[in-house]
């Protein structure tokens, strides 16, 4: 069964540092993946996704993932985080099936401090 | 491009009253159509989806139910709620290919009093 895994339900960060939001995945079929960012009371919006091909991706506001197939992780980065980065941000799979469902790990909040 | 609208955005409702949640997406054809509930601290749960016109599949027994009349239209009921059907109420629409994300509604908070 597929599943993801986000470590740390809440991290901070001093505006400036470098962001790093961790996921870890399992999944039986080579995994299609994404980062999604959710500002209070406003639903999911894409940052970036992993398919095939490149494994570094890079993706809306300054973003980045790397895909480590070793390591079953898509990490979420940014080299230096800005106030309007806070927010709340999930990792989701694709692992085949029916009806391409996503499975979202719990998220993980971002603050950051000024 | 694709737009997707939710409404309403925030709804107070008291126990035991119907519910009405719509959801529709402009600027493409026959999308997978889903909705999601998120509880404070517990993620998302899906809760229904569907690939077709009046084809719903459920993920888990509840108080809700949905039902697709038109291909991009999406709605989400209940006759009668309960306090726990509180939350963030998120419709999404997907194209019917794997490496493709969902894309969201801006979501409706629903609080049962």
């Known amino acids: 069964a597929q599943s993801v895994t986000q470590l740390g339900s809440h991290v901070s960060v001093s505006e400036g540092a470098l962001v790093l939001l961790r996921c870890n995945y399992s999944?039986?079929?080579?995994?299609?993946l994404f980062w999604y960012v959710q500002y209070p009371n406003q639903g999911l919006q894409l940052l970036l996704k992993y398919t095939t091909g490149a494994t570094l991706v890079k993706g809306i506001n300054g973003f980045e993932a790397e895909f480590k197939k070793s390591e079953t992780s898509f990490h979420l980065t940014k080299p230096s985080a800005h106030m309007s980065d806070a927010a709340e941000y999930f990792c989701?799979?694709?692992?085949?099936?029916?009806?391409?469902?996503?499975?979202f790990g719990k998220g993980t909040l971002l603050t950051v401090n000024p | 491009s694709q737009t997707i609208h939710q409404w309403p955005a925030t709804l107070v409702q008291p126990v035991g009253s119907p519910l009405s949640l719509e959801c529709t997406v402009e600027g493409t054809s026959n999308p997978n159509l889903y909705w999601y509930r998120q509880a404070a601290g517990r993620g998302l749960q899906l809760l229904f989806y569907?690939?077709?016109?009046?084809?719903i599949s459920s993920e888990v027994p509840q108080n809700l139910s949905a039902s697709r009349p038109q291909d991009r239209q999406f709605i989400l009921s209940s006759k009668k709620l309960l306090l726990s059907d509180s939350g963030f109420y998120l419709c999404a629409w997907g194209a019917d290919r794997r490496n493709q994300p969902q894309h969201f509604g801006d979501g409706t908070r629903l609080s049962i009093l």
């Open positions: 999944s039986s079929v080579p995994p299609y």
């Open positions: 569907s690939v077709g016109i009046g084809q």
């Open positions: 989701a799979l694709n692992s085949g099936g029916s009806n391409y469902k996503l499975t």
